[in-house]
């Protein structure tokens, strides 16, 4: 993993650097190298070192995007498909094989890259070279073909060599000596141990010795009050300003950077190239050597916390630093592919891929240094530091290796092909990875996806999964399978982001997070304690399973779901509808009929089936399906949806919706995530309301398990159910699974009652086609009396219309689709009526029946054979009596409404009060109460009441009673002309129908009962709390207790009239009546 850069800073470092260059006249071979590799920071050199103040654990290298337009030579298009023809994947236990990671193993092979002779295999080293070697082996071991440079005899090598354009390194280990006021040596230090040189800036090598000046931040105001001329400036970091370029400005000789405790001076950060040809030599320093540079001073290095102004000191400092700079020097990324074995996907490549580099070593040397400022040298010799890089990332490397070795021992080919890398110069600047982004061996058109591993062997305790995207997705929605929890960032700072520079999805894995630097599990980290014994085998063996099964899924399971889904669109299409139902499990097999019976009934053009993405695990797979469908129409539409899909050894099927899943009595809920706090909720009421049901029905003894599946919205359906559901069909079902678009209240709606009804039909075996007429209105008798009567209101009017030309409307030829908006509510009319008859005649058991007897139909003569066998009469006498009972009953409830009407009207004319109270609901009080207050209203002589007029028409009709559509008409004393129009509920109270006022819905809360028209629930319900807490804090104040209360809305001042005086005067919005009740608009 490499430290940070920023593109601000990049930019700069090319700009400063090229004006230099050109200045300088003498480095045109530079300028022309670096023309050639625009797209690199020429601010990247090899060698790392710490950073001072943003020691950030790794870079992200240039971030300039580059160029998407990489073309390729002719003949090297697609050279690495094979001639194969055959699928070894299908069959393959992919979790089987995932698991069959040997962590062990890969622990073997990171002792092996870690080790003595490698070095530390710093890009452009020897170490570095054995290295890449050593993979290039393996890779031909695991059956990889060379995927790098073209050679002249037209082969391919491993290797994809390129140059490092920038490569130094230590002549000699640097020095840093501090002598006290007295001339004696402090210390001796020990290079990465108490100081560490610092080469970026205007840093770098170089030889300086002098008095030792605090400048606080080394900012341009510390420096004015200071003579640093010549100096060895001593400055803490964090000043905002860049240190090296304020102390080189004023003058001074060399730079003390006073080190983060909490930050290990051995850890590298990375050189850049100094911007100034004569650099400053600067070191960071370990905090314990601040005391014995303030050593007469009578400051400690807590006084320098407050001291903010600058000081001279009492000691003098000696920085040495000598680096060779070196031409020629390559590097070389390491590849080796694997060709897909299946023709139509060989062509598409997934790269997986880590750095196999890591920091190198200091070299070993004459380390000279005095026992005082005047006396002379002594040399001893210095070993020089090694980094092993076992974690970062010979766990990377090892990982990929694994991977390739357990496929080819399992004789493993994905139908996809894949190219494994090691990248080179990863430590210097995503170099290797950028290369091959700017001269791919496989076309980057060509590359479907990348998987980077980066420090997988230990670390912090949750997985970053870095770059959000589409291989991010599989990465996270896999992790669990494999006992891992992820975090997803964008940090970038490794070899997957040339690759997303250059448009190609790409993520990376790394048990490294944001501000992990100091997390102690990460102590090792660009360290030399990075050895093999920091491995931490739990999260290596995790991460080689999710890599494993993430290369799986992108190379082999996922191309074979894209060619099932296209063999499922191809066969629709064909009309080969038990090829289609191949592509379907078994328990889905009923359900995908239904889906195909309710597509072609609409007769599309044509279907096609895509993988959107996929999560797979091992032979269970989530993935997002797009259906686009052409209907007749032309009018080409795309629908979305979330399945699963599950693999044996023909291949993948189709194993419904891809939702968490609740086990109840006989019933399983298939929820969307959304809803899972209200899953439990539904699937207690659901299998409440679903014994209820059946047990109705009669169908108690033949209820299979069934599947209840709530979606989150229609498209979501559709994707599942029928891809030509209308939006007004929002329930559905087959065989043995009900489907329904859900909200969070749906337990307080219709919604479940509805899809448990059609669910009970579909165990039948009845479907929608055999009986759409049950199929549409048996659900709306089995609903709540409210809404019974709102459907009663909604149909009733229809139906009289219906009933003058009846003809054409029978069960028989009852269609399955309405597509005539004209016909549909006449249609939608007829089955309601068509079915109250089939339950007034015979029951919920002998609909229950009839259902079950017209599922085993197939035609005209069937359904005859079954309405005789259950019902004892043809469907022809059946469409006959439904007729003649609903127009028996409309005309019958019409004559009833006239007559009650009139006998109220006469009462009021003649001053009968009795029989006015006669036509009143007897047990409803209120209502008694009220009518009883408006006739007494109507007869006072001070206000009298003339030309009294009622009328009314059947609007609805239910079991119990009748709603009516009222119109009163009168004239007040003073000459006023007053009419309303409203809804008024008629029951039936032994036989006679009685007057019951407006139509009500209700709602209680406390001691207020709030009764309201169906159209203003929603003002009801928020009024309903406020108007009891207002009466009670009545009460309260007058000191009793609050007894019941019944309020009564109204929508204007006439229907207000009409119920409480027929004189109330304009302006009047509420009424109180005797009897416990108040009326208000």
């Known amino acids: 993993c490499m430290p940070d850069t920023t593109a601000k800073h990049r930019r700069l470092l090319i700009i400063v650097w090229i004006a230099l260059l050109v200045w300088g006249a003498g480095l045109g071979y530079w300028w022309n190298q670096q023309n050639r590799r625009l797209t690199q920071p020429a601010s990247i050199a090899l060698e790392s070192e710490p950073a001072a103040d943003d020691a950030a654990p790794d870079g992200d290298g240039p971030t300039q995007p580059v160029s998407e337009d990489v073309t390729t030579a002719p003949d090297e298009a697609a050279w690495w498909i094979s001639d194969a023809t055959n699928d070894p994947s299908s069959g393959v236990d992919y979790l089987a094989l995932a698991r069959s990671f040997d962590g062990a193993a890969a622990e073997a092979r990171i002792a092996e890259l870690a080790a003595a002779p490698f070095d530390g295999r710093r890009a452009g080293t020897e170490g570095n070279q054995a290295a890449g070697q050593t993979i290039a082996d393996a890779f031909a071991a695991y059956g990889l073909e060379p995927a790098g440079d073209l050679q002249a005899d037209g082969s391919r090598s491993y290797f994809q060599q390129f140059p490092l354009d920038f490569f130094v390194t ?91 405790p909490d930050a290990p001076i051995d850890r590298i950060g990375r050189y850049n190239v ?122 990377g490397i090892a990982t990929l290796l694994e991977i390739a070795r357990t496929w080819h021992e399992a004789g493993f080919q994905p139908r996809r092909s894949v190219l494994f890398a090691g990248w080179d110069a990863e430590e210097q600047g995503l170099w290797g990875s950028f290369h091959y982004t700017e001269e791919p061996t496989v076309p980057l058109e060509d590359t479907v996806a990348m998987l ?23 990465l996270i929605g896999l992790a669990p399978t494999f006992g891992i929890t992820t975090t997803l960032g964008d940090i970038g700072r490794s070899d997957h982001v040339p690759f997303r520079l250059s448009g190609v999805d790409a993520s990376m894995v790394i048990w490294f997070g944001e501000d992990q630097e100091n997390n102690p599990k990460l102590a090792h980290y660009h360290r030399p304690l990075d050895v093999p014994a920091v491995i931490e085998p739990d999260k290596l063996q995790a991460v080689g399973e999710l890599a494993g099964m993430t290369l799986l899924s992108l190379a082999a399971a996922e191309p074979e779901l894209t060619a099932m889904l296209d063999q499922r669109a191809q066969a629709f299409n064909a009309g080969d509808r038990s090829t289609f139902l191949a592509t379907s499990t078994a328990a889905e097999r009923a359900a995908d009929a239904a889906w195909w019976d309710t597509l072609a009934s609409n007769r599309p053009e044509s279907l096609s089936a895509s993988l959107v993405d ?41 194993d419904g919706p891809a939702m968490p899943h609740l086990a109840g009595d006989g019933l399983t809920l298939a929820y969307p995530p959304s809803l899972a706090e209200i899953a439990p909720e539904v699937l207690d009421k659901a299998t409440i309301q679903r014994a209820t049901i059946a047990r109705q029905l009669g169908l108690a003894t033949r209820r299979p398990a069934a599947t209840l599946i ?105 269609p399955s689709a309405l597509s005539d908006e004209a016909e549909t509510p006449f249609w939608n009319a007829a089955a309601w009526a068509m079915t109250g008859y089939l339950l007034e005649q015979h029951g919920l058991q002998g609909a229950g029946d009839l259902a079950a007897a017209l599922a085993r139909t197939s035609d005209v003569d069937g359904q005859e054979r079954a309405f005789q066998q259950t019902l004892g009469q043809s469907a022809t006498d059946f469409d006959a009596g439904w007729q003649e009972s609903w127009r028996n009953r409309i005309d019958g409830a019409q004559a009833q409404i006239d007559d009650l009407l009139a006998r109220r009207q006469a009462a009021v004319e003649t001053g009968d009060r009795a029989a006015f ?66 809804t008024v509920w008629l029951p039936l109270q032994d036989g006679q129908v009685t007057y019951g006022g407006p ?34 804090t009545m009460a309260s104040a007058l000191g009793i207790d609050p007894a019941p209360l019944t309020i009564k809305l109204y929508t204007n001042d006439l229907a207000l009239s009409l119920a409480s005086r027929h004189d109330l005067p304009a302006g009047v919005t509420a009424v109180s009546v005797s009897g416990g009740s108040l009326h208000a608009v």
């Open 917 to 982: 109270l006669a036509t009143s609901d007897p047990t409803d009080p209120i209502q008694l109460a009220d009518d009883a207050a408006w006739f007494d209203r109507s007869q006072d002589l001070a206000t009298p009441l003339a030309g009294f007029e009622l009328t009314g028409q059947l609007k609805g009709l239910t079991a119990d009673g009748m709603l009516a559509d009222l119109m009163a008409g009168w004239q007040t004393g003073d000459g006023k002309q007053r009419q309303v129009r409203q």
């Open 170 to 260: 230590y002549t000699a280990p640097p020095v840093l000596e501090v002598f006290g006021p007295d001339g004696q040596a402090a210390g001796p230090y020990e290079f990465r141990h108490d100081y560490s040189s610092y080469i970026r800036n205007y840093a770098g090598q170089g030889d300086a010795e002098g008095p030792v000046v605090w400048a606080n931040y080394c900012r341009h105001e510390d420096f004015d009050v200071i003579d640093a001329v010549g100096a060895v400036a001593l400055c803490r970091q964090g000043g905002g300003e860049d240190p090296t370029r304020n102390a080189i400005e004023h003058g001074a000789a060399g730079l003390l950077l006073i080190g983060d």
């Open 274 to 395: 100094p911007l100034v040809p004569v650099p400053l030599p600067t070191f960071l320093i370990d905090p314990s050597v601040v005391d014995d540079l303030l050593a007469g001073s009578g400051y400690t290095i807590d006084d320098l916390s407050i001291q903010f102004a600058g000081l001279p000191l009492e000691t003098t400092a000696h920085l040495s630093v000598a680096l060779e700079q070196r031409e020629g020097v390559e590097g070389r990324n390491v590849l080796g592919i694997l060709p897909g074995s299946d023709p139509a996907f060989a062509d598409e490549v997934v790269v997986v891929g880590g750095h196999y580099d890591h920091l190198g070593s200091d070299p070993a040397g004459e380390l000279c240094t005095r026992d005082a400022i005047d006396a002379p040298e002594t040399c001893e010799t210095s070993a020089g530091a090694v980094y092993p890089g076992a974690n970062d990332n010979a766990s």
């Open 452 to 474: 980077n591993l980066d420090m997988v062997g230990a670390g912090a305790d949750e997985l970053a999964v870095d770059g959000p995207g589409p291989v991010a997705d599989r």
């Open 710 to 814: 709530l979606h989150p919205s229609h498209q979501a359906l559709q994707a599942t159910a029928g891809l030509t559901l209308p939006e007004t069909v929002t329930a559905w079902a087959a065989g043995n699974q009900a489907h329904v678009v859900a909200r969070a209240d749906i337990t307080r709606t219709r919604a479940l009652t509805d899809t448990l009804t059609l669910l009970a039909l579909a165990q039948t075996g009845l479907s929608e086609t055999q009986a759409p007429w049950l199929w549409r209105a048996l659900p709306d008798y089995l609903v709540a009396q409210s809404d019974r009567e709102a459907l009663a209101e909604k149909y009733l009017p229809v139906l009289r219309q219906l009933l003058q030309d009846p003809l054409s409307f029978n069960v028989v030829d009852f």
């Open 999 to 1032: 139509s009500w819905a209700a709602t209680q809360e406390g001691s207020v009962t709030l009764l309201y028209p169906a159209a203003s629930q929603p003002l009801a319900e928020a009024l309903a709390p406020l108007l009891d807490h207002a009466y009670r």
């Open 614 to 654: 996929a999560v797979v695990a091992g032979d269970v797979a989530t993935a997002t399906v797009r259906y686009e469908l052409t209907p007749a129409d032309g009018q080409r539409e795309r629908i979305d949806g979330t399945v699963l899909a599950t693999h044996d050894a023909d291949g993948w099927r189709l």
